[in-house]
């Protein structure tokens, strides 16, 4: 992941800057995953579509993203729209679909652990117009996380007030609900895709 250290603000429009690991009013995130329910390609050439989708996806780790979710053969051609969505389906099990650990440090210095599991329903698209697809050319989809954006808007009076479960900052659905929807509020800043070549 990128930016996985930023500031934790007094006021939240001064959150989410990129800090140092472990900075005071700060919160660095050290493992986590993601669990994507399916992952879908389409490209549109004329009246013709191709389409891949794949739904037995391995668990990601977010620190460690260097997993590829499979390769698909194009027909050579240029296609109006080439399409790609990642979805995150909310879990019925006790296992969320987005878990988060890590370290927020208070301004004086301490260190609580946190913990964030985001069980929500999520889909990420990306698309790429006028794309030339030949035989020597390989076009990559690259997901980008950008785990500063989950504490936009999120200040310290936010991560400071809350309820601790056995030393920890608890965060999900039931633990600390209206800090949970301020960080379920930041999913869609959370990763960028894009395609390269």
């Known amino acids: ?39 879908k390609l389409e490209a549109k050439k004329d009246k013709t579509e191709v389409e891949y989708k794949s739904t037995d996806l391995p668990k990601l780790d977010l620190f460690n993203l260097s997993t590829a979710f499979g390769k698909v053969a194009i027909p050579d051609g240029t296609y109006e729209e080439v399409e790609l969505k990642l979805e995150m389906k909310k879990s019925t099990t006790s296992e969320a679909p987005l878990f988060l650990k890590g370290t927020y440090t208070e301004a004086s210095g301490t ?41 936009n808007n999120i200040s310290a009076g936010d991560l400071g007030n809350t309820t601790r479960t056995n030393g920890v900052i608890v965060i999900n659905s ?24």
């Open 111 to 151: 260190r609580i652990p946190v913990e964030l599991s985001l069980n929500e329903d999520f889909e990420l698209e990306v698309e790429a117009k006028n794309v030339v697809v030949s035989g020597s050319t390989d076009y990559v989809a690259l997901l980008n996380v950008q785990l500063n954006t989950f504490l």
């Open 1 to 39: 992941p990128n930016n996985f250290t930023a500031s934790v603000g007094s006021m939240a429009s001064t959150s989410g800057a990129v800090v140092t690991v472990n900075a005071n009013s700060s919160l660095t995130w050290t493992s986590g995953y993601i669990q994507l329910s399916e992952i």
């Open 174 to 197: 039931t633990t600390n609900a209206a800090l949970y929807n301020k960080f379920k509020a930041n999913i869609k800043a959370f990763g960028k895709c894009e395609f390269d070549h």
